[in-house]
């Protein structure tokens, strides 16, 4: 099916849509959270305190999302998650204090970890099993290809005159921000064709456990995978600025294009995913991580800028290749409530392993001096980072493989 065939469905078209407004908002907060920080504190390490409180809502957030998918369904967890999200960012404003900001930041990444599992579990529901590849693609572009557009969301309403409102730093960024949640919820409150869960009196509770999707055999073939693309998302993050300003002399303007580079890449990749939606997913998966690797690898080692425009399409593609191919493949082989509960555990590796690698890579960058290695010759201490990343996340593809259970 086409995009444009598949945007015609009336369901997905909202959650699409919904899924790209908020999104937009929640990248232009992210920015604002750590701006914020920065003008109360005049303090770097303020700001990474942003990233860090990332880590624990996932450990929190992802029983938390399990337990409230099996109470509620999910068209009505995702209007709750709206329109408590929109409350949350809307009052960051009110107060001056580090302690305050860092208190919604940590609240919101939990009720985002409740939302995306039924989110994601929501989307075979809407579109043909066929599309799924195609239908999670687009999602996903929804929610990370607006990275450079919430930053440069952020730098417009930032400069607009009336963005401190009453004195209140960015003030006007959070609110644009909490009305994109609420666009969302208005889109997500037309979607008629998710049913409420049914269960049997007393059948289900296990399975709305957290823990119990690690007990899954393909639970947890497909979190390798997640985590790889976290692991190779994190160290890029946290390595690449410095590697393409300080050792290949990049302006920010062309640190610009390299940003803009992954959604180009990304686009390509679940192209190639649409094309080859045939086969085994999961060795798709398999083999969408061992690209990954490959690709942060050949980044590292890049000898000038258009290298590294290379490897950023490069990575952009084979990571939503990854992503999107894993997604489909929980989609298509769990229902109910072990699907949900499998994002909710996806969505838990994801975030946590971008977090951990970020803040790995950085002081891995900070405490590793330059080497000299046969063939490769010298290599700055964010290249020899990257090129370790890029080789640990190409052997862990071998992970991506079905256990089955034995007796």
Do not use: K
Not at 207 to 221: D, M, W
Request: with cysteine; proline share 4%.
């Amino acid at each position: 099916m086409s995009v444009r065939a598949l945007v015609r469905r009336p369901g997905y078209r909202d959650l699409l849509v919904g899924q790209g407004v908020s999104a937009l908002g929640d990248w232009m907060g992210t920015v604002a959270f750590m701006a914020l920080a920065l003008d109360l504190t005049g303090s770097p390490t303020a700001v990474g305190g942003i990233l860090t409180l990332r880590l624990l809502p996932a450990a929190l957030g992802g029983p938390l999302a399990a337990r409230a998918a099996h109470r509620w369904d999910r068209r009505r967890t995702m209007l709750w998650m709206d329109g408590v999200r929109a409350g949350m960012i809307a009052l960051v404003p009110l107060v001056r204090g580090l302690w305050w900001v860092y208190l919604w930041a940590f609240f919101l990444e939990v009720a985002s970890l409740v939302f995306l599992p039924a989110r994601d579990a929501s989307i075979p529901d809407l579109v043909e099993e066929r599309d799924l590849p195609l239908a999670n693609g687009l999602v996903l572009g929804s929610s990370y290809g607006s990275i450079p557009l919430g930053a440069a969301a952020f730098a417009l309403v930032a400069a607009l005159p009336g963005a401190d409102v009453a004195n209140r730093p960015l003030a006007l960024v959070f609110w644009v921000d909490a009305a994109t949640f609420l666009v969302s919820f208005a889109f997500v409150a037309r979607i008629t064709q998710l049913a409420a869960p049914t269960r049997a009196p007393g059948a289900v509770e296990e399975a709305g456990r957290f823990r119990e999707a690690f007990s899954i055999p393909l639970v947890r073939a497909v979190l390798p995978a997640a985590a790889a693309v976290a692991l190779g998302l994190g160290a890029l993050f946290s390595l690449g600025i410095v590697f393409v300003r300080d050792v290949l002399d990049a302006t920010d303007v062309e640190f610009g294009w390299l940003i803009a580079l992954f959604g180009v890449g990304a686009a390509v990749g679940l192209g190639a995913l649409q094309r080859s939606a045939t086969g085994d997913a999961l060795a798709r998966t398999r083999v969408g991580v061992a690209c990954i690797g490959l690709v942060v690898a050949v980044f590292s080692l890049s000898p000038s800028l258009w290298g590294a425009y290379l490897g950023a399409a490069g990575f952009g593609a084979s990571a939503a290749y990854s992503l999107a191919a894993g997604m489909s493949v929980i989609q298509a082989r769990l229902d109910g409530q072990e699907r949900v509960v499998a994002f909710a555990a996806f969505h838990v590796v994801m975030r946590v392993g971008l977090g951990l690698a970020a803040i790995g890579a950085g002081v891995a960058g900070d405490l590793a001096e330059a080497v000299d290695l046969p063939l490769l010759g010298r290599l700055e201490p964010s290249r020899l980072v990257l090129l370790s990343s890029g080789l640990l996340v190409l052997a862990s593809s071998g992970l991506v493989r079905e256990q089955q259970e034995t007796a």
